[in-house]
């Protein structure tokens, strides 16, 4: 925990040896700017990083009363306890807000517990009912909007896994995949964030240096931030517009010529009509919008599906169809630099490129999707359309990166299986690929030099990365390479050179530990002979996100300003309308601080806009 203190409270940890009566007050979740106005001065406040996020100090009986009394006003359970000589003589509990409904989601569970067949799934499926019945029964201490997502969250999930077992044609092993992912995300969610609720002491944090409170309110904060990728680039729904790109057949450009490439960069193909007039340096798309947010009517999109927002030591920052996670680590150390939290721009990126793989690459088991993707790949002319001409492109681009790790001139796919092989083998390359690129034009703002500098230094903390180095560095070069596709066959060059001042600068501060002084010596020995061929066989890549998949229009929902400018450590109460902005700006320290991060944390948690 860390002390709270302005200049009219009586602060000193070292007063607090608990001798004769006196009373602790646990409340939360609440924002300590609120406690530390009702408080009185003699009273000692503390932070905490678990639900109960505040703790009060005081010998005063009936400022303890007052205190509980409060926070019951506020919906934020609480505890207080009376302290004899150092030992706890009596425990009070007092609750907060009931909880919300859970009978839709409740119902949904039960109708999948019914529903679980007696095969392999079985035991997955139950898991899966059992654990989220207990998450949901142990929300109470969770604001109501993180209670309504989990409810929301609980009902649809339970509907989609039904949904999968009902399906004759389905296959069993796809969705005991995914339920062993939630399954997982769900347990280390709950047994974390959940498990020090009233009463506390009977309690435990599976987390050993947060037993006693947990960290439900680092989980609040980091649940908060995702929410923010949620509500602005998951609402703009890329993989969806990417789709409806189908019905865009005006003056299609060939994104295999530089010349494509030129009239492509010129136009944002994502954008809604209602966004020509803007100060946009390219040109909104004309023609109606398939999308469904045209002048003439829209049409209405389900609500997305929350992610599993959790810590984890095993998972670190990772993401999947439905979860995201963020490493124990940051909770003590997310102010830096190598454990920062604008990390999870890259897992949101994964996400979005994720799923717009999945479309422009079909389904692997389908011979008719194979049939039309070959026809695609054997032509030698743009498509009918921007959607199928994306996918010629995309297709073209993983047989160039067949060819060169091959080391031939050209790959032959004479076959929808060759095909389909093709796509196993480079799925993976792709998305990393992609993501890369997305998370530099989307979350940086196509500042190369801080999207290098940050992601190598979080790639600091990775052990035994050396047989790692040269992919990143492919990854990295072909991504500032997107900067620069006008510039044609000088753009990898000038690509690598942004890279190497970057790393030189790191390896001079010692920021990324040995990995940018390795792979500095990786680029002089390998740069002409294997890396440079390896990213000019990823250029489509980069012109296919950099081209098509960009949209300024949709950038700008996550570039919004910060709003009221706050101070390190400092809790103001004022809201931020920006936590990816806010994280970024406070994320730099060159070393861990604990009292940092449970700032950083409840800024996220209590400051929403």
């Not at 007696?118 to 898991?127: I, P």
């Not at 040109?283 to 984890?312: C, I, K, N, T």
């Not at 390479?481 to 390896?507: D, W």
């Not at 010692?510 to 680029?523: F, I, S, V, W, Y």
Request: aromatic letters at 6%.
């Amino acid at each position: 925990m860390v002390e709270l203190s302005n200049a009219q409270r009586r602060s000193s940890s070292l007063e607090h040896d608990f001798a004769g009566t006196s009373y602790l007050v646990l409340l939360g979740p609440i924002n300590p700017v609120l406690v530390d106005d009702v408080a009185s001065r003699e009273t000692s406040l503390w932070a905490s990083f678990g639900l109960f996020n505040v703790v009060a100090h005081t010998a005063d009986e009936r400022e303890a009363d007052a205190l509980t009394h409060w926070a019951a006003s506020q919906g934020a359970p609480s505890e207080r306890w009376k302290i004899e000589d150092s030992c706890i003589a009596d425990v009070e509990c007092v609750s907060g807000a009931p909880c919300l409904d859970t009978t839709l989601a409740e119902q949904a569970i039960s109708r999948l517990a019914k529903a679980a067949r007696k095969d392999e799934l079985h035991t997955a499926v139950m898991d899966y009912c059992f654990t989220m019945e207990s998450t949901l029964a142990r929300m109470a201490g969770l604001p109501q909007r993180f209670q309504e997502e989990l409810v929301i969250l609980g009902e649809a999930l339970s509907k989609k896994f039904e949904a999968r077992l009902r399906r004759d044609n389905a296959g069993p092993f796809q969705t005991l995949g995914s339920l062993l992912t939630v399954n997982a995300a769900l347990s280390r969610f709950s047994s974390k964030s959940l498990s020090c609720t009233s009463p506390i002491l009977e309690r435990e944090c599976h987390l050993w240096t947060h037993s006693l409170l947990g960290i439900g309110t680092a989980s609040i904060g980091l649940r908060n931030l995702v929410r923010f990728f949620e509500d602005t680039i998951g609402e703009v729904r890329i993989p969806q517009r990417v789709l409806a790109l189908r019905h865009e057949t005006d003056s299609v450009p060939n994104l295999q010529t530089l010349h494509g490439m030129s009239l492509a960069l010129s136009r944002d193909y994502l954008a809604p009509e209602e966004t020509v007039g803007l100060d946009d340096s390219r040109e909104p798309r004309s023609g109606r919008s398939a999308f469904g947010d045209s002048p003439d009517g829209a049409v209405a999109q389900p609500p997305l599906q929350h992610l599993v927002s959790y810590f984890s030591a095993r998972d670190g920052y990772r993401s999947t169809e439905r979860t995201i996670s963020a490493p124990t680590s940051s909770i003590d150390a997310c102010n830096d630099s190598r454990w920062s939290l604008m990390t999870l721009t890259h897992e949101v990126s994964h996400v979005v490129i994720r799923a717009i793989l999945a479309d422009l690459l079909g389904d692997l088991e389908d011979e008719k999707n194979l049939a039309h993707g070959l026809d695609l790949l054997e032509r030698h002319e743009k498509a009918g359309n921007l959607h199928d001409e994306l996918r010629r492109v995309l297709l073209l681009s993983l047989a160039q990166m067949e060819a060169q790790a091959r080391g031939v001139s050209a790959t032959e796919v004479s076959s929808t299986r060759d095909l389909a092989e093709l796509m196993r083998r480079w799925e993976r390359d792709a998305n990393e690929t992609l993501t890369h690129v997305f998370d530099l034009c989307y979350f940086y703002n196509e500042r190369v030099d801080k999207y290098i500098t940050d992601i190598w230094t979080t790639w600091g903390v990775i052990p035994r990365m050396r047989p790692r180095i040269r992919e990143y560095l492919v990854r990295t070069i072909t991504a500032a390479m997107a900067m620069q596709l006008r510039r044609g066959s000088l753009g990898e060059t000038k690509a690598m050179e942004s890279i190497q001042a970057s790393l030189e600068t790191l390896a001079r501060t010692g920021r990324g530990g040995r990995h940018p002084k390795d792979a500095l010596e990786m680029l002089e020995c390998e740069w002409p002979s294997v890396i440079r061929p390896m990213v000019q066989a990823r250029r489509l890549l980069a012109c296919i996100l950099a081209c098509v998949i960009y949209s300024p229009w949709a950038a700008t929902k996550v570039r919004a300003q910060l709003g009221p400018e706050l101070k390190a450590c400092e809790l103001s109460g004022l809201p931020l309308t920006n936590p990816a902005h806010f994280v970024e700006k406070f994320s730099g320290d060159l070393a861990p601080s604990c009292a940092r991060s449970l700032w950083t944390y409840h800024a996220l948690a209590f400051a929403e806009a």
